[in-house]
C-alpha cells in the first residue's frame, strides 16, 4: 500500500482543516488506517484510527470531539476532519496503514506510512 497525505496548511485556531489519504492498492479495504502527528521537537503520537470498514473509530483524548475520521474504500481514501483546532495541533500529520484491520492506537503495528502533511495552527 502507498499512501500520499494532502490537505495540510495555515489556519487560525478555532479554525478548520480537512486532511485526505489517498492509498493505492486493490487491498486498501482490509486495513486498518491510522492518523498520527509530529509537533516540533516531540515524538510523534496517535491521533486517530479507523477500521477496515469505517464502522469503528478511536481517537486520542486531546482530539476528542474536534476530529472525526471516516474513509471511503471506493475512493481508497481516508480523511481527518478537524475542527476547532488550536496552537498545539500543529504539526506533521501522517496516515498509516495496519493489517490489524480494527485499526490500532500502535505505530509499532503500521508498516505503511505516507510522507505527512503539515498543519500549522496560529494563535
Known amino acids: 500500500v502507498q499512501l500520499q497525505a494532502s490537505g495540510g496548511g495555515l489556519v487560525q485556531a478555532g479554525g478548520s482543516l480537512r486532511l485526505f489519504c489517498a492509498a493505492s492498492?486493490?487491498?486498501?479495504?482490509?486495513?486498518?488506517m491510522g492518523w498520527f502527528r509530529q509537533a516540533p521537537g516531540k515524538a510523534r503520537e496517535f491521533v486517530a484510527t479507523?477500521?477496515?470498514?469505517?464502522?469503528?473509530?478511536d481517537y486520542a483524548d486531546s482530539v476528542k470531539g474536534r476530529f472525526t475520521i471516516s474513509r471511503d474504500n471506493a475512493r481508497n481514501t481516508v480523511y481527518l476532519q478537524m475542527n476547532s483546532l488550536k496552537p498545539e495541533d500543529t504539526g506533521v500529520y501522517y496516515c498509516?496503514?495496519?493489517?490489524?484491520?480494527?485499526?490500532?492506537?500502535?505505530?509499532?503495528?503500521?508498516?505503511?506510512w505516507g510522507q505527512g502533511t503539515l498543519v500549522t495552527v496560529s494563535s
Open positions: 498509516a496503514a495496519t493489517p490489524v484491520d480494527s485499526g490500532s492506537y500502535y505505530m509499532r503495528e503500521y508498516g505503511y
Open positions: 492498492g486493490r487491498t486498501f479495504s482490509s486495513y486498518g
Open positions: 479507523i477500521n477496515w470498514s469505517g464502522g469503528s473509530t
